[in-house]
């Protein structure tokens, strides 16, 4: 017999997930009587694995062929923490671990526990929103822009449909300077289109003046590229959303800066008063020169991406806390918060400064963390991440759900090891962040979505020319719209705010960067996806409890899935079934499905690659 505690069950831990300085929890562990147990305690560690303190837990009752021991405690700082038991016995004594959602003697991991600041909150409105992510020069171009002050040299498009720009220079350089002049009045201008989708956030891949098309070589914060337009046309653009109840997040690059960039201006093309060209700089400090002027820390070893010293004291100013920083100057603008571009490369103290400057200037400003793990427990350089217990991030891009639906629709994973993942996050992170996480598929840092699941693999081993002329066949991309719409009905049924990348929903196609990158295909959409994310964006912005509700699984495994979502009296039950065989499920109201055949009146048939929302009545 096993010794029986299961942290995300309430009948061994009450209440569910993190805590609140002094809020009092309840834990209940069974042990089978034969163990003989004389004592239990509960060990607490501090993140770093030094002793917090223990809790002395106290025999209750015996049930069946268990003993019951209860102890209950509270914790009076914030932190992150670790446990395990001490279970002393007639004859000697043993720690109890974790391992998977059993018990272990002497070996497997700690519980985990979050006591995050009681204070700690997040936007209403961007609670369990939908997010719609644009690589702003590939989504839509209206008008001209005047090119005045465009960092040269570049290239621009003549045709919008025409292949980017991937090959590299004789000198092996990708300089990723092609345009094809998409704006922020191309974005204006479909933003009918984009509230179609059900979308209630808009996130902007970097927008300031920069060499490249991606924008993430910084070259002057404080102004957008001339190839987007100008402040004006930015500022109609989110007075425009606004009005469609769209909020418009910018992404926050301050991690490096561009070589050509007024900070540096390594091609001089600024002025000359970079760090690059004059030791007097006011931007000096913010780089570490090894031998100037050449030999200095670059991000990644790219010398035209040279590392910030975040925690400078003119760069905190220049981006945070002086008068017309540049958070100040976006949000003036029209902007309602940032997502912070590889956020554990900027320190703790940097990344708190931001939230409290934000919340200062707008308090329901919205700042999300590019994660790519779990967040809760991140360590990064050496160093524990504390972006909840310090109630700095609210939300994150949630890499781990994106890996947990993937490792499913491609039968690496029966189900079980999705409910895991799921429930893993919806344990560990607070569920005010919860609510506002960033669900994807699909990134400008990912293949395209509908190519990895038609193709089954990035084919890394094919060379770059193989990839950037690749278009599927009839076969795999029947196959890859079949999963695509599995994983999204999965995406936009669970916790969090679903995300599309734009040109997903339009069956849009590519390997890695910049194959997925290309242009928005107006007038050649894959009509058929595009309703079916439309109908899936509409029907979540109607039932609330998709939106904000709690999760429970009632089936995991051989393929087949099965929760509920419920909130404020209201439930609704999801059905997935990625098995090799029809599924007979008892159902209410259906709400929205696919590959469905109805039975009887409370009875459907889920065929293979079928899922159905359906209301309890």
Partial sequence: ????????????????????????????????????????????NHQDGTPSHTVPMEYQIKRGAYDIYQ?????????????????????????????????????GDCWQLSCIPADFTTPDWAKGATIYQIFPDRFHKAGRCDLTGKLEPYTVHQDWYEEVSWRPTPEGL??????????????????????????????????SKSFSSHRYDTGDYKTPDPMLGTEADFAAMCKAAHARGIRVILDG????????????????????????????SPYSGWYTFYQWPDNYNSWWGFDTLPTVNKMDKSFIEYIITGPDSVLEHWLKLG???????????????FVLLLKKRLRELKPDALLIGEVWEDASNKEAYGI?????????????????????????????????????????????????VLSCNMNMLGTHDTPRILTLLGVGSECRERSREWRASFRMEADQRRRGKELLKLG?????????????????????????????????????????????????????????????????????????????????????RIYVNHSMDAWQVPVGRVLFGHHIHTLAPTWLSLSPMGFCVTREE
């Fill in 335 to 349: 902007a309602d918060g940032f997502r912070l571009d590889v956020v554990d490369e900027l320190p703790n103290e």
């Fill in 1 to 44: 017999m096993r010794i029986l505690y299961d942290s995300k069950e309430r009948m061994y831990k009450d209440p569910f997930g993190t805590l609140t300085p002094n809020q009092s929890c309840t834990l209940h562990i069974h042990i089978p009587s034969s163990v003989q147990a004389t004592k239990v305690m509960v060990q607490f």
């Fill in 253 to 280: 690059v301050y991690s490096h800066t561009g070589s050509n960039s007024l900070y540096f201006d390594k091609e001089r093309t600024f002025g000359g008063k970079g760090a690059y060209c004059t030791q007097n």
């Fill in 71 to 107: 102890g209950k405690f509270s914790l009076a700082h914030t932190g992150l923490y670790f446990y395990y038991f001490y279970i002393t016995t007639r004859t000697g004594g043993f720690r109890l671990f974790k391992q998977g959602n059993d018990t272990n003697m002497e070996a």
């Fill in 488 to 572: 999204a009905a999965l995406l936009f049924a669970f916790p969090g705010s679903p995300t599309v990348y734009y040109g997903d929903e339009a069956g849009m196609e590519g390997f890695e960067d910049p194959f997925n990158r290309r242009t928005y295909p107006w007038g050649r959409e894959d009509r058929e996806l595009l309703a079916f994310f439309q109908q899936l964006g509409q029907l979540r912005k109607g039932q609330e409890p998709l939106r904000l509700g709690d999760i429970s699984f009632f089936e995991a495994g051989d393929g087949k899935l099965g929760f509920t979502r419920s909130v404020n009296g209201q439930t609704l």
């Fill in 174 to 207: 990708v300089l990723n300077n092609d345009f094809f002049g998409g704006n922020f009045r191309g974005i204006t201008e479909k933003l009918d289109y984009i509230a179609s989708l059900g979308t209630t956030i808009l996130y902007l891949n970097p927008i």
């Fill in 384 to 432: 524990r991440r504390r972006y909840f217990v310090d109630g700095v991030l609210d939300s994150c891009m949630n890499y781990p759900y994106r890996t947990a639906i993937l490792n499913y629709m491609k039968e690496r994973d029966g189900g079980q090891g999705l409910k895991e993942t799921v429930m893993s996050i919806v344990e560990n992170y607070p569920p005010q």
